[in-house]
């Protein structure tokens, strides 16, 4: 596992601020990855069986947080954040999260991408691969091909298009009737704001529920609350 030039190019040799931690159950393999990630970019690199063990100090460190790569080998996503439980919410605010070790025909990028996740690396990747996506990584960028980002990227223009447009099928008047009662404001208080009566009020809240789908004032100010 010698280093080669295009390594040596990229400068990588400069993450020697930095943290690796891969993590997984394989742990020769991983402890193998780790010598080769420090010779090649001269980061600290610490092999672990799971993410509780990376200590509080390093989870802090918020100016240099660490780059954590996940083994995905035999799982999807779904199931490896399930096993972190509660610690994944730290883990993802505080540090950089790369997958390896994954299987492309089970398609976990999109959902990764959107839970924060920066980089993906594959089953079959040649080892000079991992040195340059992590230094992308480092540098604030995100480390998977075109197609991923743009169909993410799409989506997620989509659900907010589809939101705006659910937000739209109220009327200005009805928009503010239900931000006042999602305020608390009873009907009647609502009458007296807009000097309007209160059989009025409330048929402007029957036609609210009607085009927002609920059946109560609780269910319509969750809907308010997503999409006003």
């Not at 020769?28 to 799971?50: D, P, V, W, Y």
Request: glycine share 6%.
């Amino acid at each position: 596992m010698g280093s080669n030039d295009s390594s040596k190019d990229m400068g990588l040799r400069e993450l020697t601020d930095r943290v690796i931690y891969i993590i997984g159950p394989q742990g020769l393999q991983n402890e193998l990855m780790a010598s080769f990630l420090h010779q090649e970019t001269g980061a600290r690199c610490i092999a672990r069986k799971n993410a509780r063990r990376i200590p509080l100090g390093d989870t802090r460190n918020i100016a240099n947080p660490a780059l954590i790569l996940l083994d995905c080998q035999e799982k999807n996503l779904e199931n490896y954040l399930s096993e972190l439980e509660t610690d994944v919410k730290t883990i993802l605010k505080n540090h950089l999260i790369a997958l390896f070790n994954i299987n492309r025909r089970h398609g976990i990028e999109e959902t990764a991408l959107k839970k924060g996740v920066r980089g993906f690396f594959y089953e079959h990747d040649p080892l000079h691969v991992f040195p340059k996506g992590i230094a992308v990584i480092f540098n604030g960028q995100l480390w998977a091909s075109r197609r991923i980002l743009s169909k993410t990227i799409l989506d997620i223009q989509h659900k907010d298009i589809v939101t705006k447009k659910e937000a739209q099928i109220l009327t200005p008047r009805e928009a503010e009737i239900l931000s006042m009662a999602a305020g608390g404001a009873t009907n009647e208080q609502i009458a007296d704001e807009l000097f309007i009566s209160a059989n009025t009020v409330r048929t402007h809240i029957y036609n609210i529920f009607k085009k927002i789908n609920v059946p109560n004032r609780l269910q319509a100010s969750l809907w308010a609350a997503k999409n006003l």
